[in-house]
T-cell receptor
């Protein structure tokens, strides 16, 4: 079993839809949770950074962490074609390296 | 603001040839620096990280090496490339003492033929 599991997609949605992207993990010591957006042939861009459980909102993006279920989510409201990218989750223990999911390909159709 | 540069952007090299990829960071001092390789559908694999000049930690034993000759410069090298070295190489940085919030460069796409 991989430490971090992420559905590779692709996930195709119409413009304006609410998108839900998810990751599950097995290491209960993970405390820091990140979401990165990566456009084709570009480096990943940090979107959201959260510590421990709870929600964090930034514009159209909401990150949710449920440590009891070892499950994290990224919600995108009012999705746009420019949101089409690969979304990577990443997480780590305190003072330790990041462990990445394989990424979910998102396609938002206009 | 901080900026991270990588070059070259793309590289095609024959098997057995040497490799040198460079990464530089601007706008911060004493950053932690990282080299990752990304294979299609497999996420990012940490290759090396550095917390200071001349300090290199290797995560995966392989055909590559890294060096940090200056505070904000990180170099990935190989003496003889293998076909399996093909991939997308990413450099990243984080603030001193902070390993979690990492910021990535634009990447180098390496094809070994």
């Amino acid at each position: 079993q991989k430490e971090v599991e992420q559905d590779p997609g692709p996930l195709s949605v119409p413009e304006g839809a609410i998108v839900s992207l998810n990751c599950t993990y097995s290491n209960s010591a993970f405390q820091y949770f990140m979401w990165y957006r990566q456009y084709s042939r570009k480096g990943p861009e940090l979107l959201m950074y959260t510590y421990s459980s709870g929600n964090k909102e930034d514009g159209r993006f909401t990150a949710q962490v449920d440590k009891s279920s070892k499950y994290i989510s990224l919600f995108i409201r009012d999705s746009q074609p420019s949101d089409s990218a690969t979304y990577l989750c990443a997480m780590s223990e305190y003072g330790n390296k990041l462990v990445f999911g394989a990424g979910t390909i998102l396609r938002v159709k206009s | 603001s901080q900026t991270i540069h990588q070059w070259p952007a793309t590289l095609v090299q024959p098997v057995g040839s040497p490799l040198s990829l460079e990464c530089t960071v601007e706008g911060t001092s004493n950053p932690n620096l990282y080299w990752y390789r990304q294979a299609a559908g497999r996420g990012l694999q940490l290759l090396f990280y550095s917390v200071g000049i001349g300090q290199i930690s290797s995560e995966v034993p392989q055909n590559l090496s890294a060096s940090r000759p200056q505070d904000r410069q990180f170099i990935l090298s190989s003496k003889k490339l293998l076909l399996s070295d093909s991939g997308f190489y990413l450099c990243a940085w984080s603030r001193p003492g902070a390993y979690n919030e990492q910021f990535f460069g634009p990447g180098t796409r390496l094809t070994v033929l």
